[in-house]
């Protein structure tokens, strides 16, 4: 399975905007990279996804490298609501009787912004 | 919006004791997924669904864990007996199904504390 890293803590000021890295080296070409973040005590949120070209939508833009190694999850104006753990997954496919399917999502450790005012 | 739903939000039990979990999917999503969050972890995938039949539990402790969807819409997570390890966050997610572009919706989750 391709498999992310991402740093553990990242500060952002209210108002700016937050980058956040992730790297997935392994990626093979036809996985997907999706992006979750999850506020404290509640379930996780989809933000957005892609596989290689950039992708914008009402909450965040990513960007992905040419070489697919690496992603970077953008949130243009960064409020105190966007405290929180982002996750950033490479979705892979799994073998069943009827040939592959793309199903689970693998978390991993994620960053954990926080936005300061 | 549509949401996923969940009961109870949270539950406290003894060891020993069963435990079961509830989950109503977004309408019209046939594919729903069971994860369990322990504190300080990302969410590890129990079990997942297309419709009614369980097509990957293979990291579902088979000898406690059980789950079902029998109508293939909502689903029960049962845990019998509950051990001290079972404490954690379990949460559903549904999709319209399970192909890597289809997007899983999370529920809040229920917070589980087994004493």
């Known amino acids: 399975d391709a498999k992310t890293t991402q740093p553990t803590s990242m500060d952002c000021a209210e108002g700016r905007a937050a980058n956040l890295p992730c790297n997935h080296s392994?990626?093979?070409?036809?996985?997907?990279v999706y992006w979750y973040r999850q506020i404290h005590s509640q379930g996780p949120q989809y933000i957005i996804h892609?596989?290689?070209n950039n992708e914008t939508n009402e909450m965040a833009s990513l960007i992905i490298t040419e070489d697919r190694k690496s992603s970077t999850l953008i949130l243009p104006h960064a409020t105190l609501r966007d405290t929180a753990v982002y996750y950033c997954?490479?979705?892979?496919?799994?073998?069943?009787?009827?040939?592959?399917?793309?199903?689970?999502?693998?978390f991993g450790q994620g960053t954990i912004l926080t936005v300061h005012p | 919006e549509a949401e996923v739903a969940q009961s109870p939000r949270y539950k406290i039990t003894e060891k020993s004791q069963a435990v079961a979990f509830w989950c109503d999917p977004i309408?019209?999503?046939?594919?729903l997924y069971w994860y369990r969050q322990i504190l300080g972890q990302g969410p590890e995938l129990l079990v997942q669904?297309?419709?009614?039949?369980?097509v990957d539990d293979s990291q579902l402790p088979k000898d406690r864990f059980s789950a079902e969807r029998l109508k293939g819409v909502d689903s029960t997570l049962k845990i019998q007996p509950a051990e001290l390890g079972d404490s954690a966050m379990y949460l559903c997610?549904?999709?319209w199904g399970p192909g890597r572009q289809e997007t899983q919706y999370f529920g809040p989750g229920t917070r589980l504390l087994v004493l």
């Open positions: 997610a549904s999709s």
């Open positions: 392994t990626i093979s070409g036809n996985e997907y």
């Open positions: 892609g596989l290689k």
């Open positions: 997954i490479v979705r892979v496919g799994f073998p069943n009787a009827g040939g592959t399917s793309y199903g689970k999502l693998t």
């Open positions: 309408s019209g999503h046939a594919t």
């Open positions: 669904f297309q419709d009614e039949s369980v």
